[in-house]
C-alpha cells in the first residue's frame, strides 16, 4: 500500500518549523457534496445566482449568534503565536494552513462587509470581497483544519481556529457548497443510525460474533447486547468500533470492563453512533439532531447511565455539547455524571480494586499514548482538570509494564492531531492527512529510536482509522496504533459466571450460525 | 494660538466621543452575542472564581503568549506594561490633586515610555524578520506600530529634550470638563504627540486593538468547565427545544 502521489515529507527529530511557501496547499480540495445529502441536513443543493449576498447574510447571522466568531474575527492582532503550531502548516508549509492564514480567509471578508475601516480602506486592512476565488480557497483550506484546537492554546486571546472553520463550513453549506465526506454521513445516520450504515441485523451479527470469540478465547462467557430494555447502561460508541481494527478490540475489551463490573448494559441500534458529524460541518441544528437520537434511544431503552466509547471528537460533544444539545438529563441517575467516558467508568474500578489485571500480557510491548486532540483541549474526565490526561495514563499502567510518554511539547494540552480529524477522514484528502501527521509521527518516531517504543494508544476512532491508514507512508506499521482498551482486554483475567465451566450446546449453536459474519467483522 | 487650542479642544471632543461611544457599541455588541456551546480550552477552571483567576493571568502575563512564543511574549509583555506605567504616570495631567499613588508612580513612568518604544521596535522587527509574521502583516499593522512609536519617541523628546510648559497643558485638560476652554502650549511636539493621540483614540474601536476588550469575552478563556453540571443553553438555541 502506501503508494504516494505527492511528496511524504521526511522525519525529523524534532518537528521543524518550515519556511513559508506558499499555495503549497493550494490543490487540495474534498469531494462535493450532492443534492439528495444536502437536501437530508436541509441545506440547497447548488450554489444559487445570488451566493454572495446569500452567503454574506449567512455570515451576519451567525455574527449574531455565536460570540465567539464576532470576538475573534476583530480580536486577532497578527502576533503571530499560533503560526507555527497548527500540524498542517508544519507539515505542508503553505502560509494559510498557519492558523492566523487560516482564520484570515474569513477575516477579509468580515472586515469588507461587517466594519467601517473595511468599507472605507480595504487595502489598508487587508479586507477583500467575497470573490469566487475567495470561496474556492475557503473550500480548500476550511477542509484542511481538524478543530483540533492547539491554536487556542498559544493564541493570547485563545482565538480558536476551529470556530471559524465550522462558520465557514455552514455558511458554505447555505450556498450549497457542502463536502461529500461529512455530509453523505450525516445522511447516513438519518437514514440507518451509524456513520458506516450497519443496519441492526448487521450489528446483532457482529455482537454475537464477539460473543463467540471472547468465549472461545477465554472460556467466559461475556455478554455485547443489542437494544435490551431495561440494561442499567447504555453504551454509544464510534460505529467504527464493530468493525475496524484495531477499534474492535477496545470494544471487546468495553464488554470485559462491564462483565467484570457486573452492571448490565446495552448498545442501541437507533444510537449506534457516538461520532457526530454535525459538529464538524458547524451545523448547530444537524448537531442537535443527531444528539437527540441519544436521548431517544436512552428512554426508549429505559437505561439509567450512558457511557461513551473511545472516540474523541465524539467525546468533545458528549462532554461538552450533550447536555446542552439533548438534555437535560433528570431522568437518568443523579448519583452518575452523563454522559461518562469509558475511560473514568473504567478508572474507577481499577482505583476499587475491582479489576484483576495481569500487566505482563501485554509484556510483547512498549507503549506511548496519543493524548488525542479533542479529548485533551476540548473535554475533561473525572472531576479535576487535566482529568483526561491522568485517567487514560492511570489504566495504561495499570495494564502495562512498559510505558513511556512522547516529548512533553506534544502531548497533553500540547498533543498534535493525528491528521485526520474534524471531517477529513477521506481518501479524497490523503495528502493533508498524510502531511498532517508529521509533527505526531516525528514525536512517535523519537521515542521508537530512544525508548523502544512498540505500539502508540489511542483513545479515539479517527485517530486509530487514520494512523493506521498513514504511518505506512513513513514506513511504519499499521498495526502500531492500538486501542487503550484492547491493553485493558488483554491483560483483564476474567471471572467466570456459573455457566462458563462447560460450554453448553446453545452456545455451539449460536456459533456455528454467524462464523461468517465473525470473519467479515474482524 | 486660539485657532490651534480651539482645534485641538475639539478634536479631543470627538475623540473622546468617538472611543468612549465606539467602545460601549463594541462591549454590548460583545456581551449580547450569545456563547451557545460550552468551549472553553481545556483543562479550564471548573469554578467561576478559577476563571477569574485564569484570566487574570492572561491579562496580567500574558500566560498563552508566553506558552506560544517567548521572544514575542519579552516585547509585547515591555510594551503593554510599559504603556500601562506611562498611563498612570499621564493621569497627573487629567486628575486634581494627583492622587499619591500617581505621584509615586512618575519616575517609573519614565522607565515605562523607554520600555514601551523598546518593546514595539522589537515588534516590528519581527514583522520584517520571521517570515511567517511578515506573511499575515498587513499595511495597518504597520501603521499601527509608527503610530505607538511616533507617540512614544515624541513623549520621551518632550521628556529629555524639548521641554514643554505641563502646567498649562493641566489646565487645558481640566478646562476640557467644564467646556471651559484654555490655552494650550504651541510647541510642535507636543500639538505633534496630541495629534497622534487623538487618532490612536479614533481608530481604537474599529481595529484589532479591539483585542483589549476583546480578551474578556474569549469564550475559550472566560467560560468555567461545568458542562455535565450545569446545563448552558442560548436563548436562540432553546427555542428549537421548543418546536
Ligand atoms: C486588557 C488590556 C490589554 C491586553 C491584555 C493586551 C494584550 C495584548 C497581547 C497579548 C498582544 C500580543 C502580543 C504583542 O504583540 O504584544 C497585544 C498586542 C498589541 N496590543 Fe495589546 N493588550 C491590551 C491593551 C492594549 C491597549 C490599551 C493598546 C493600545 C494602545 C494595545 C495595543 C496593542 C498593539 C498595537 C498590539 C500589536 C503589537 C504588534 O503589532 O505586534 N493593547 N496586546
Ligand atoms: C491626551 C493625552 C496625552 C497627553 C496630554 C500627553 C502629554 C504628554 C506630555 C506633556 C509629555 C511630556 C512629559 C514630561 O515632559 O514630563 C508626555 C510624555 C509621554 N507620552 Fe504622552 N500624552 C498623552 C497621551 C499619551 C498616550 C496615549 C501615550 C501612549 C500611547 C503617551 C505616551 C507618552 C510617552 C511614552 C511619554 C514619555 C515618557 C513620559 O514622560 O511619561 N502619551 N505626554
Ligand atoms: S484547529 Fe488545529 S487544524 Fe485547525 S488551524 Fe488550529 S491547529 Fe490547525
Ligand atoms: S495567536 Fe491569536 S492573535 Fe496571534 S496571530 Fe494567532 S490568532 Fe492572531
Known sequence: MAKATFEVPALSQYTEVPPVTPDAMAHSAPFKSKDEWQDALGF?????????AKAIDKMGDLLGKYRSLRVYMDSCVKCGSCTDKCHYFLGTKDPK???????????????RYFTLAGRF????????????????????????????????VFCPYGIDTAE?????????????????????????????????????????????????????????????????????????????????????????GYGKVFHEAGVSWTISSYASEAANFGMFIGSYANMRKLAQRIREAAIKLKVKRIVFGECGHAWRVAYSFLNTLAGPW????????????????TYELIKEGKLNLDKSENDDKVLTFHDSCNVARASRMGTTPGGQFEI??????????????????????????????????????????????????????????????????????????????????????????????????????????EDDEEPDEDDDLDKNDNDEDTDEAA | MAFLTNFYAFLFYFAAFVLVFGLIFKIVQYSRTPAPLKIPTTPAPTTRSGVVFRMTREVVLFESLFRGNKWTWIFGWMFHFGLFLVTLRHLRYFLDPVP????????????????????????????????RVKYITATSDHLILGLLVLIGCTGLLMKFVFHTDVVEIKSFFLGLY????????????????????????????????????????????????????????????????QQ
Not at chain 1, 470469540?213 to 447502561?233: C, H, M, Q, S
Not at chain 1, 437518568?332 to 455524571?337: E, N
Not at chain 1, 492511570?394 to 516529548?407: E, G, P, R, S, V
Open chain 1, 97 to 111: 494552513n498557519m492558523p492566523v492564514g487560516r482564520q484570515d480567509l474569513m477575516r477579509k471578508v468580515y472586515r
Open chain 1, 330 to 345: 433528570d431522568f437518568l441517575d443523579p448519583r452518575y455524571p452523563v454522559p461518562q467516558h469509558i475511560c473514568e467508568f
Open chain 1, 392 to 497: 487514560p495514563r492511570a489504566i495504561l499502567k495499570a495494564t502495562c509494564n512498559n510505558f513511556y510518554d512522547m516529548d512533553e511539547d506534544t502531548i497533553r494540552d500540547r498533543t498534535f492531531c493525528c491528521g485526520g480529524g474534524g471531517g477529513l477522514l477521506t481518501d479524497d484528502l490523503m495528502e493533508i492527512r498524510v502531511k498532517g501527521a508529521k509533527p505526531r509521527l516525528d514525536a512517535l518516531n523519537n521515542v521508537m529510536q530512544e525508548k523502544g517504543v512498540t505500539h502508540m494508544a489511542a483513545i479515539c476512532a479517527i485517530c486509530k482509522s487514520q494512523f493506521t491508514k498513514v504511518l505506512p507512508y513513513y514506513g511504519m506499521e499499521m498495526d502500531q496504533i492500538v486501542s487503550l482498551h484492547q491493553l485493558v482486554s488483554n491483560a483483564l483475567v476474567l471471572t467466570p459466571g
Open chain 1, 44 to 52: 440547497p443543493g447548488e450554489l444559487p445566482e445570488d451566493w454572495q
Open chain 1, 121 to 152: 480602506f480595504p487595502k489598508l486592512v487587508g479586507a477583500e470581497d467575497f470573490t469566487k476565488e475567495v470561496l474556492d480557497d475557503w473550500y480548500s483550506y476550511f477542509h484542511q483544519c481538524s478543530q483540533c484546537r492547539r491554536c487556542s
Open chain 2, 100 to 131: 499619591f499613588p500617581i505621584q509615586l508612580v512618575q519616575p517609573f513612568g519614565i522607565y515605562g515610555g523607554l520600555a514601551m518604544v523598546v518593546g514595539l521596535a522589537g515588534l516590528w522587527v519581527r514583522r520584517f524578520a520571521v517570515d
Open chain 1, 164 to 252: 471559524i472553520s465550522m462558520a465557514a463550513r455552514e455558511i458554505m453549506d447555505s450556498i450549497g457548497v457542502g463536502q461529500k465526506y461529512c455530509n453523505e454521513i450525516i445522511a447516513k445516520v438519518y437514514r440507518i443510525g451509524n456513520n458506516l450504515g450497519l443496519p441492526g441485523p448487521a450489528l446483532e451479527d457482529t455482537l454475537e460474533g464477539l460473543e463467540e470469540d471472547v468465549f472461545d478465547d477465554t472460556g467466559v462467557k461475556v455478554r455485547y447486547p443489542l437494544d435490551e430494555e431495561g440494561a442499567e447502561i447504555l453504551l454509544v460508541t464510534p460505529s467504527a468500533d464493530f468493525f475496524a481494527e484495531p477499534h474492535v478490540d477496545g470494544l471487546i
Open chain 2, 178 to 241: 467644564s467646556f471651559d476652554i484654555k490655552p494650550l502650549p504651541g510647541d510642535p511636539l507636543l500639538l505633534l504627540h496630541l495629534l497622534l493621540v487623538a487618532s490612536l483614540m479614533i481608530i481604537f474601536p474599529y481595529s484589532k486593538l479591539l483585542h483589549a476588550p476583546g480578551l474578556f469575552f474569549s469564550p475559550t478563556r472566560n467560560q468555567v468547565d461545568n458542562p455535565r453540571e450545569q446545563r448552558h443553553i442560548a436563548p436562540w438555541a432553546k427555542r428549537l427545544d
